[in-house]
């Protein structure tokens, strides 16, 4: 099983709708949870992070965690055409050092 | 993040030649990890260091790859004897403490794309 997986997608949505993106995890152990937004071309930025089972919401970001089922989800309401983007999930990964794993990342187009 | 500088933003290299990817990371911070990304791939770790240390070099192709976080001057990956499957783009990140710490987040840099001809 790979370390993070996400569905590659891509996810069409339209705007104004809620966006979905999912990510599972193998490592039972790990603690730390991160977003990142990546659009064609550019570099990675983080756009939210978790630690803790349940919600975190930041204005229409909200991410969700259920660490017994090793997933995290992040959500994005009232999505915007500015929102189309690669969204990678990245994790903790303990053993040795502990690094950040990426997934392969969803792309995600939100048609106006 | 503006703040993690990279160099050169690209940068074309004959299959055979040296390449070398320079980080530099933001200020006050000691943790530097490399990733690459190829063409519609996620990020794949490389390599974390700190100052005058390679942590975790887990990701590091065994040949033609190398590291090095000196104790003055930017973060360095070189590419020896480059072949055209290296071409990818290579993202520096930084942080100010580990990322098993908590409420440490990593910023990244703007990358270096690479091309082998």
């Known amino acids: 099983q790979k370390e993070v997986e996400q569905n590659s997608g891509p996810l069409s949505v339209p705007e104004g709708a809620i966006a979905s993106l999912n990510c599972t995890y193998s490592?039972?152990?790990?603690?730390?949870f991160f977003w990142y937004r990546q659009y064609s071309g550019k570099s990675p930025e983080l756009i939210m992070f978790?630690?803790?089972?349940g919600d975190k919401e930041d204005g229409r970001f909200t991410a969700q965690l259920n660490k017994a089922s090793q997933y995290v989800s992040l959500l994005i309401r009232d999505s915007q055409p500015s929102d189309s983007a690669t969204y990678l999930c990245?994790?903790?990964?303990?053993?040795?050092?502990?690094?950040?794993?990426f997934g392969k990342g969803t792309k995600l187009t939100v048609n106006p | 993040n503006a703040g993690v500088m990279q160099n050169p933003r690209h940068l074309v290299r004959r299959r055979g030649q040296e390449a070398r990817l320079r980080c530099s990371p933001m200020k006050g911070h000691s943790h530097v990890y490399w990733y690459r990304q190829l063409p519609e791939e996620g990020l794949k770790f490389m390599v974390y260091l700190q100052k005058e240390n390679i942590i975790d070099e887990s990701g590091m192709p065994k040949e033609r790859f190398s590291a090095e976080f000196p104790k003055e001057g930017p973060s360095i990956l070189r590419i020896q004897q480059v072949v055209r499957g290296d071409s990818a783009a290579y993202f520096c990140a930084s942080s100010r403490i580990g990322q098993g710490i908590m409420n440490t987040e990593a910023f990244f840099g703007q990358g270096t794309r690479l091309t082998v001809v």
């Open positions: 490592d039972r152990g790990s603690q730390s």
């Open positions: 990245a994790v903790i990964i303990r053993g040795g050092s502990e690094k950040l794993v």
């Open positions: 978790i630690y803790s089972n």
